[in-house]
């Protein structure tokens, strides 16, 4: 009886040009979701930053829709809690995932970066998969946005996916990352990794 929350990620779009999340609706639930926690000061809010392919056979764009920023703009100007915790597919493509996420200087990109920046004191931290490792990254708005100081980026996409082992990522592996939440704070992640590699087929 635990509530799953599933993302929707790169592989629950179709190759089609439009974006096409109905099959993701039906069989898994809703695009967008939240997760109160009244007694503990705890909100998560649910993004969509899978844009719709180019076109036939190649990769997605990841990035924000209009649409998508004044989803996340209404839900952090809804008086947001001390707790909030933002959820994405698709991380920003600064630092050691600049080769995996989504263009950080597109104009929705920049909009992302400015809502956040202006509740930073309430967003405590931003989770992002894609990348199948764990890796973590602190980033803040500027031009470009910079690293090592703000809002905790925890990257976890390890989980049932095989690593990249070319990757220099913190704890390549399957793996989960497990938070202690209090009324006032959220606790560093702590990360439980499965150590044995994958069976070879």
């Known amino acids: 009886h ?32 939240l997760i109160n926690v009244p007694q503990f000061n705890f909100r998560i809010i649910a993004l969509n930053n899978i844009i719709h392919p180019r076109g036939p056979n190649t990769h997605a764009e990841y990035g924000f829709t209009t649409g998508e920023i004044a989803y996340l703009r209404a839900q952090l100007n809804n008086n947001i809690p001390q707790n909030t915790v933002v959820a994405m597919h698709a991380p920003p493509a600064v630092g050691r995932w600049s080769t995996h996420g989504f263009p950080v200087d597109t104009a ?11 509740h930073s004191n309430r967003v405590k931290k931003v989770l992002v998969s894609h ?6 990254e602190f980033m803040r708005k500027n031009n470009p946005v910079l690293l090592g100081r ?43 990794r499965v150590f044995a590699p994958p069976v070879q087929r």
Do not use: C, M
């Open 131 to 136: 990348i199948h490792a764990y890796d973590e």
């Open 2 to 33: 635990i509530p799953v929350f599933v993302l929707v990620g790169n592989h629950d779009e179709l190759p089609t040009g439009v974006s096409n999340l109905e099959n993701f609706r039906a069989v898994i639930g809703r695009v967008h979701f």
């Open 108 to 118: 929705t990109s920049k909009e992302y970066f400015d809502l956040l920046a202006r």
């Open 150 to 192: 703000g809002i905790d980026y925890v990257l976890s996409g390890g989980a049932g996916a095989p690593i990249r082992e070319q990757e220099r990522y913190i704890w390549n592996g399957f793996h989960y990352v497990e938070f202690s939440v209090t009324k006032n704070r959220i606790s560093s992640p702590d990360l439980w």
